[in-house]
Nanobody, 119 residues
């Protein structure tokens, strides 16, 4: 069973920074990618940033230039550094990892951590 434990959410003022962490119970190399999604009430969960095991990084257009995803293989942990935060970044952030087998994708999720950007 894959477990993902998130930390680092909280309340921050506009323009501030937060760093989210996600620790996996297995090696990062057990998966094809690891990253972050976010969700607000009434909306679908959306991709924020994804780090693939080949080293490639994908970001939502809305966070490019402000957020950075990185990984520590020794700690089985992925980080999301969020700078220049805006009120519209307010959401529950979910850690995600996935595997691909025979054209099927298997997703694993953390419990979610609240990020609130407000003055």
């Amino acid at each position: 069973q894959v477990q993902l434990v998130e930390s680092g959410g909280g309340l921050v003022q506009p323009g501030g920074s937060l760093r989210l962490s996600c620790a996996a119970s297995l090696s990062i190399f057990s998966f094809h990618g690891m990253g972050w999604y976010r969700q607000t009430p009434g909306k679908e969960r959306e991709l924020v940033a994804m780090l693939s095991t080949d080293g490639s990084r994908n970001y939502a257009d809305s966070v490019k230039g402000r957020f950075t995803i990185s990984g520590d293989n020794a700690k089985n942990t992925v980080y999301l550094q969020m700078n220049s935060l805006k009120p519209e970044d307010t959401a529950v952030y979910y850690c995600n990892t996935y595997r691909l087998y025979s054209d099927n994708r298997y997703d694993y999720w953390g419990q979610g951590t609240q990020v609130t950007v407000s003055s």
